[in-house]
Antibody, heavy 119, light 107 residues
């Protein structure tokens, strides 16, 4: 069974750094893209970027380029999303999801990581 | 960026009704479109890929059609467990983009 298990909820202060994780199992980690999607409270889905763990090829949405860093560790089949300096506007649910070899669909999704940034 | 516009934004229907949601792309995206279901408090789930292909395990009451700029998602007979928000998503070009969502409620 393909599974993506994300790290737990985080509460941070503005300016702090954060790295959340997405551990996958049930398929070859290096053969599929993994994407990250943001969902702000009560809002829709926003694509942030994708990474191909096989060669670490990474693509970002222009809206998130320079704001976050996506990475992957092949040795432990885990993808990451990190911030160097959080803002209150980063408060949201963040989902990872497996994408296809062609980076077109997302299936399945992780359970989500809620990030709350508040002073 | 390719803009995806869904309508309606919300919809109230009765059990057994036929429900239709539309998604319009700001440019021709061929059939490079997916549909997702997100139930309250849950992660999204892929229902339809490549505009009209039903993902494995998804009930046959769900269907999708369209190509170019205009797409349709249909539930042939609404069930209580279909209460959710539905999103379209294009993959013709990066950045991948989602529609704003259609919230479906039971009347």
């Amino acid at each position: 069974e393909v599974q993506l298990v994300q790290s737990g909820a985080e509460v941070k202060k503005p300016g702090e750094s954060l790295k959340i994780s997405c551990k996958v199992s049930g398929y070859s980690f290096t053969s599929y893209w993994i994407g990250w999607v943001r969902q702000m409270p009560g809002k829709g889905l926003e694509w942030m970027g994708i990474i191909y763990p096989g060669d670490s090829d990474t693509r970002y949405s222009p809206s998130f380029q320079g704001q976050v860093t996506i990475s992957a560790d092949k040795s432990i089949s885990t993808a990451y999303l990190q911030w160097s300096s959080l803002k209150a506007s980063d408060t949201a649910m963040y989902y990872c999801a497996r994408s296809s070899e062609q980076a077109n669909w997302f299936d399945p999704w992780g359970q989500g990581t809620l990030v709350t940034v508040s002073s | 960026d390719i803009q995806m516009t869904q309508s309606p934004s919300s919809l109230s229907a009765s059990v057994g009704d036929r429900v239709t949601i539309t998604c319009q792309a700001s440019q021709d995206i061929s059939n490079y479109l997916n549909w997702y279901q997100q139930k309250p408090g849950k992660a999204p789930k892929l229902l339809i890929y490549d505009a009209s292909n039903l993902q494995t395990g998804v009930p046959s009451r769900f269907s999708g059609s369209g190509s170019g700029t205009d797409f349709t998602f249909t539930i042939s007979s609404l069930q209580p467990e279909d209460i959710a928000t539905y999103y379209c998503q294009q993959y013709d070009n990066l950045p991948l983009t989602f529609g704003q969502g259609t919230k479906l409620e039971i009347k």
